[in-house]
């Protein structure tokens, strides 16, 4: 970055402007990075080879950070004093530490609490620090979610709250906080939030942390805390919403209730949560807990009703009193679109159904190696993925799919 001020007066202008997490140019988020930046006011040349700026990610206009100038202004003014006209300047490794979570001695940067918009502009704290952002590995929360003293709740893509039971009873949590994930996929806590945990739970969460990568703005954690921007919940829980929307949308306008063992359903959609990590073993409860809401989780009696509201005797397929609930969904998609004059692509729009099933089949049962072999490579093949390998990509796909089905559920039922 190179940023020229003709006089002192324009640099202190710039000073005393407080600038956001938002681009006023084109409103994109920005974000703090190090960047090697040279500062030119008057006649004197500043040079840091690292220097944090605020970096737009939509439109890359850089900007200067509160913190930065406050360093820039307090080095030109001794290069006036000294009578210095060139200056270059390196960062040195002294990291200032808050009063908060001492014994733990997490890793942090200072520097992002004086530097991200409005970390620092904390009313709220009598002790400064608070909004500092610590930084660990996703996988610390593992731990926590397999020990039945803690409850994790991941509510959206990557905003949630971890709390410990109060053991008395007498509250819900002996301590509640929040926790996000930045777009490196690294858990995000406030510094002065982890002081709240006990010693215990601080030393698990120690033993994970990781350098500041700088990145939290473009986070739904930053938004929601610092700008209430209310979070969407995950894609897990919004398909389950768009399956309810269904269902509710078929009841009003038909009167038929296309539920089954509801009680149940409801039961298993409790545990369905995004998993932290990907693996067969790490995805096989949300993928079986989805099977048993989504397919198994229709009425086939009331299914075959609606369809037989939608289509005439004469338009009737002989076999559909032997359908199943996914081929009866598919039969109703096909009515619902054919009034639309973009043609959708049932066989696509229906498959992660099919997938759904298939790869439930294959994590929970018995399979010859030869069918192990072929339903991996059908769930590769229509998925579009490289490898069964991918468990992440097949899985996040499969939730994207899952999600574009149901949308087009409720849209069409309406």
Known sequence: MDITFATYNDFLTGYQTYEM??????????????????????????????????????????????????????????MVKQGCFIGE???????????????????????????????????????????????FDRKALIYFISVPD?????????????????PTGIYVYDWDVPFGFNSNG????WLGDLNYMDEQS?????????????????????QAQMNCIFSNPIKEKQILMNKDGFISNVKNKY??????????????????????????????GVINAFDKVLVEGFS??????????????????AKYKDWQSIRLIKELLLKFCEDIEDTIDVETLISPLYILHDYRIYLDHLLSMDKQESTKEHIVTTLGVQSFDEQETIY???????????????????
């Open 21 to 78: 997490d938002k681009c006023n140019k084109c409103k994109g988020l920005r974000e703090i990075l190090d960047d090697d930046v040279t500062v030119r006011i008057e006649k004197r040349t500043l040079h840091f080879s690292n220097l944090f700026v605020l970096y737009c990610k939509k439109c890359g206009d850089k900007f200067l950070p509160q913190y930065s100038k406050q360093m820039i202004d307090g080095i030109y003014k001794e």
């Open 89 to 135: 300047y390196t960062p040195k490794n002294f990291q200032k530490k808050f009063e908060y979570c001492q014994t733990a001695d997490y890793k942090y940067d200072h520097k992002d609490y004086y530097n991200i918009p409005g970390l620092s502009y904390d009313e709220e704290h009598s002790i400064e620090g608070f909004l500092t952002p610590v930084y």
């Open 150 to 166: 803690y409850d994790v709740d991941i509510f959206s893509e990557t905003y949630g709250h971890i709390g410990k039971k109060d």
């Open 186 to 189: 690294k858990l995000v806590f």
């Open 202 to 222: 601080q030393a698990i969460l120690k033993g994970f942390n990781l350098d500041s990568d700088h990145l939290i703005i473009d986070s739904e954690f930053y």
């Open 255 to 284: 009167r038929i209730d296309l539920t089954h063992l509801d009680e149940e359903c409801s039961a298993h959609a409790k545990n369905i949560k995004r998993p932290l990590v990907f693996t067969e073993q790490s995805v096989s």
């Open 300 to 317: 086939i009696k009331q299914l075959r009703i609606l369809y037989e509201t939608l289509y005439p005797e004469n338009e009737r397929d």
């Open 396 to 414: 996040l796909e499969e939730m994207d799919r899952l999600n574009k089905l149901f949308q087009y559920l409720v849209l069409l039922s309406k």
